[in-house]
C-alpha cells in the first residue's frame, strides 16, 4: 500500500523542526524576490523531488530523453553527484564515470547522440550549454536532472516525482523523515507523478491518493509504473554475451547488489521471479572499495549454482571501472534495465503536454512553425502539439 516504506524517527523531530524554519528562509527569500530566480529563452524543464533520493529521476529524465530525441536536440544537465571533477564538464562517451557521475554516464552511453552536461551550479550549466561551445544554437530544450530545490533556475515545467511507497503527505522534514523541504513545497509543481506504482493499482486507490495528494487546479497528477527489460552482460567480453530475459531466472540464485537510494522495491519485484535472492546492499551512489569487491567475490562463490549477480544500471557504470573483480564475477554480471510505463492510459497526454511546451517556446523555426501550420478542413482550432494547454488533473471530484 502507499507510504509502506516510511519510517518516521519521533526522537528527532526537534531537529527537523529547525531544518525547517532554515528551508523555509530560504523559500520565502526565493517567493518575495529578495532572491532571484532566473527564467530562459531556451525551454527548460526540471524533473525532480521534495525527499532523499529513490523516487526513480533517472529513468523519468531518460523517457523525456527518448520522446525527444529524434525530434530536436536535447541537452540533460546534471550536477554530478560524488564526480572528481569541478566546474562546468560536457560529457563525451569517452569521459570516465568519476569525472560525470554514474547517472550522467548511464544517460551518456544510452544516448550517445544528446547532449549531456554536469554543473552544480545549474545558471552557469544553462549560459555554457547555449553558448557556442556546446553548439548552444542548436539546442531545443535542457532537461535539468535533480533540480527541484534549485531555484536560481525558472523552468518552464516543473516535474515533482513522489515515491508510491513514500507518499509525501505522510513524511516528514529531515532528518525524522526524509523531506528536504515542507510539503507545500510541491506547489511549485506543474507536473506531479507518483512514481513506483503497483501494477495491479484499483480505481479506488487512485481516487484516495488524488484525493490525498491535494493538488491546485494548475497542477496536473500521474501515475506511472517500472518495466524491467532484459538483462544484460556488464563486460563486453562475458563468455555469454546474450540478453536474458527475467523469465530464465526461475532456478537461479541471485545475488542482488545495490548501491542505490531504494532497493527494496528492486527485490520485492524480483523475489517471486527467481529461486533465491540474497541482497548485498551498499548507499546510494557508493564507490566501491577494494574489501566491498573482496566481499563480492567471497559472496558470489559462495552461492549455490546456477547463479547470477544483478545491479543497477547505475551501479554498473561504477563496476565497470573498478579492479579486483574474479573472473567468475565478470562472466556471471548482469545490468537491469528499468523503463516507466505511464497508468490509465496517460502517456499520450504527458507526451503531447511536453512537445507543446517545447514547440510554443522554441526558438527554432522548424520547431516553432508547427504551431502555426494551417489547420487541414475538418480539423479543431486547437494543435494538441502546439496550444500548451495542459493536460486535465484526475481529481476526487470528478472521479
Known amino acids: ?28 527569500l526565493f517567493d518575495v524576490g529578495v532572491l532571484k530566480s532566473r527564467a530562459y529563452k531556451v525551454p527548460v524543464i526540471s524533473v525532480g523531488n521534495i525527499t532523499v533520493g529513490g523516487t526513480g529521476k533517472t529513468p523519468h529524465v531518460e523517457h523525456l530523453v527518448r520522446l525527444l530525441h529524434d525530434k530536436m536536440r536535447v541537452a540533460v544537465l546534471s550536477r554530478g553527484y560524488k564526480r572528481k571533477s569541478n566546474g562546468f564538464m560536457l560529457a563525451t562517451t569517452d569521459t570516465p564515470v568519476e569525472m560525470i557521475g554514474d547517472e550522467p554516464f548511464q544517460m551518456k552511453h544510452k544516448f550517445p547522440n544528446a547532449t549531456v552536461a554536469v554543473d552544480k551550479k545549474r545558471t552557469r550549466g544553462i549560459e555554457r550549454l547555449t553558448s557556442d561551445e556546446a553548439g548552444g544554437q542548436d539546442i531545443d530544450t535542457i532537461l535539468l536532472d535533480d533540480a527541484f530545490q534549485h531555484r536560481y533556475v525558472k ?35 506543474d507536473i506531479v507523478i507518483v512514481t513506483k506504482c503497483p501494477k495491479e493499482l484499483k480505481p479506488m486507490e487512485y481516487r484516495v491518493i488524488t484525493r490525498a495528494m491535494n493538488l491546485f487546479p494548475y497542477q496536473t497528477l500521474f501515475f506511472t509504473t517500472l518495466d524491467y527489460e532484459p538483462l544484460h552482460p556488464v563486460f563486453k567480453d562475458a563468455k555469454s554475451s546474450r540478453h536474458v530475459e527475467l523469465s530464465q531466472l526461475f532456478s537461479e540464485n541471485i545475488l542482488l547488489l545495490t548501491g542505490i537510494a531504494s532497493p527494496r522495491q528492486l527485490q520485492e519485484d524480483l523475489n517471486p521471479l527467481v529461486k533465491s535472492i540474497t541482497p548485498m546492499t551498499f ?52 545490468a537491469l534495465p528499468v523503463r516507466i510505463s505511464f ?28 504551431c502555426h501550420k494551417p489547420k487541414a478542413a475538418g480539423r479543431t482550432a486547437s494543435n494538441s502539439n502546439c496550444d500548451g494547454n495542459k493536460p486535465r488533473t484526475i481529481s476526487f471530484k470528478n472521479n
Open 283 to 334: 548507499a546510494d551512489h557508493h564507490a566501491f572499495s577494494h574489501k566491498d569487491i573482496q566481499r563480492l567475490n567471497a559472496a558470489f562463490e559462495a552461492l549455490p549454482s546456477p547463479k547470477r549477480i544483478v545491479t543497477t544500471e547505475k551501479d554498473a557504470a561504477r563496476l565497470t571501472r573498478v579492479e579486483g573483480l574474479s573472473e567468475q564475477v565478470r562472466q556471471n554480471l548482469y
Open 155 to 189: 523552468p518552464g515545467i516543473n516535474i515533482l516525482l513522489v515515491d508510491y511507497h513514500r507518499l509525501i503527505i505522510y513524511d516528514k522534514l529531515l532528518p525524522a523523515g526524509r523531506l528536504r523541504e515542507p510539503l507545500k513545497g510541491k506547489n511549485r509543481a
Open 1 to 28: 500500500m502507499e507510504g509502506d516504506f516510511i519510517k518516521i524517527n519521533e526522537w528527532l523531530r526537534p531537529l527537523s523542526w529547525l531544518y525547517g524554519l532554515g528551508v523555509g528562509f530560504r523559500n520565502f
Open 343 to 370: 497508468m490509465l492510459d496517460q502517456e499520450e497526454t504527458f507526451n503531447q503536454s511536453i512537445i507543446g511546451y517545447i514547440r510554443k517556446n522554441s526558438k527554432n523555426s522548424i520547431l516553432a512553425k508547427d
